[in-house]
Nanobody, 123 residues
Framework: QVQLVESGGGLVQAGGSLRLSCAASGRTFSSYAMAWFRQAPGKEREFVSAIIWNGAYTYYADSVKGRFTISRDNAKATVYLQMNSLKPEDTAVYSC????????????????WGQGTQVTVSS
């Protein structure tokens, strides 16, 4: 069982930055691939980024590539999403998710989810 708690969301102007954190409970955090998804009002949940269990590989949606950076600290059981050059279209609820070992861009293949944190980017 893994419990995930996100933090770091908020309101920021376009061009600004935010860093999201996702703290995990449980002793097997390092065995899980972690991902961030987002969902804007009236839209489907969207893959943002993922990182494999040891941090060796990272993946990004084209819409955030070059602006967002995912990282993890297994000693702290935490995954981060550094978001730079934010745009109004990045406004959404961001959720972290955990999947055993391998990553996926499909939200339904993740086992554990956090409650989400709101990110609002004003123009």
């Amino acid at each position: 069982q893994v419990q995930l708690v996100e933090s770091g969301g908020g309101l920021v102007q376009a061009g600004g930055s935010l860093r999201l954190s996702c703290a995990a409970s449980g002793r097997t955090f390092s065995s899980y691939a972690m991902a961030w998804f987002r969902q804007a009002p009236g839209k489907e949940r969207e893959f943002v980024s993922a990182i494999i269990w040891n941090g060796a590989y990272t993946y990004y949606a084209d819409s955030v590539k070059g602006r967002f950076t995912i990282s993890r600290d297994n000693a702290k059981a935490t995954v981060y999403l550094q978001m730079n050059s934010l745009k109004p279209e990045d406004t959404a609820v961001y959720s972290c998710a955990a999947r055993w070992r391998t990553y996926s861009t499909n939200w339904y293949q993740y086992t554990y989810w956090g409650q989400g944190t709101q990110v609002t980017v004003s123009s």
